[in-house]
Nanobody, 126 residues
Framework: QVKLVESGGGSVQAGQSHRLSCEGS????????MGWWRQVAGKERERVAI???????RYEDSVKDRFTISRDNAKNTLFLEMNSLTLEDTAMYYC????????????????????WGQGTQVTVSN
């Protein structure tokens, strides 16, 4: 059974950096496409960054050049390094895993075929 556990959320000052982690278990971590998504209350969940099993990455435009997604397959762990945080980055951040065939930008595919963690809240303030 796939299990994903996020950690690292908290309150951060605008302009600072912060790192999220997600530990996976119950599946062959290295073979899966992994992603970070975020959601603000009342809005649809949005893709932040995706990293494929071959380490290719894709980012949402607003985080490109500020966030870095990475994975450590030996530790079954996914990371999101966030720099120059802004108030607009405040959200619940979710880790998700999906088989490579579904590794696109469609929330529908990730929701239907992927596995999700419980989320970790990041709050950015001035």
């Amino acid at each position: 059974q796939v299990k994903l556990v996020e950690s690292g959320g908290g309150s951060v000052q605008a302009g600072q950096s912060h790192r999220l982690s997600c530990e996976g278990s119950g599946f062959t971590f290295s073979e899966y496409c992994m992603g970070w998504w975020r959601q603000v209350a009342g809005k649809e969940r949005e893709r932040v960054a995706i990293i494929g099993s071959g380490f290719s990455t894709r980012y949402e435009d607003s985080v490109k050049d500020r966030f870095t997604i990475s994975r450590d397959n030996a530790k079954n762990t996914l990371f999101l390094e966030m720099n120059s945080l802004t108030l607009e980055d405040t959200a619940m951040y979710y880790c998700a895993a999906v088989k490579p065939i579904y590794c696109g930008e469609s929330l529908r595919l990730w929701t239907e075929y992927g596995s999700w963690g419980q989320g970790t809240q990041v709050t950015v303030s001035n």
